[in-house]
Nanobody, 119 residues
Framework: QVQLVESGGDLVQPGGSLALSCAAS???????????MSWYRRAPEKERELVAT???????KYADAVKGRFTISRDNAKNTLFIQMNNLKPEDTAIYYC??????????WGEGTSVTVSL
């Protein structure tokens, strides 16, 4: 088993910035086998959606809604995933979840951290 713990969620004003982190711990073999690390979000009354993903080799993919504003990164040595969110908009308000998938296809989810963008 792998535990994912997100942190950094907060209330921020429109135009502001926020940085989220996700730390992975637990089964060492599974952690070393992690390939994709991603951020998803679920806004109120909406489906969960992919925000950004990063492979172990560094390939990234972003949702169109966050391109140019969000930057995903990871520290493989510390088993930690990050996302820097700039120029936040009210529509970015959501619960943000960390997700990882191993090379073998095993998936893990974090519990989520809340981001609210409001005056």
């Amino acid at each position: 088993q792998v535990q994912l713990v997100e942190s950094g969620g907060d209330l921020v004003q429109p135009g502001g910035s926020l940085a989220l982190s996700c730390a992975a711990s637990g089964n060492i073999r599974h952690i070393f086998a992690i390939n994709d690390m991603s951020w998803y979000r679920r806004a109120p009354e909406k489906e969960r959606e992919l925000v950004a993903t990063m492979s172990r080799s560094g390939d990234t993919k972003y949702a169109d809604a966050v391109k140019g504003r969000f930057t995903i990164s990871r520290d493989n040595a510390k088993n930690t995933l990050f996302i820097q969110m700039n120029n936040l908009k009210p529509e970015d308000t959501a619960i943000y979840y960390c997700y990882v998938r191993t090379f073998g296809g095993i998936e893990y989810w974090g519990e989520g951290t809340s981001v609210t963008v409001s005056l």
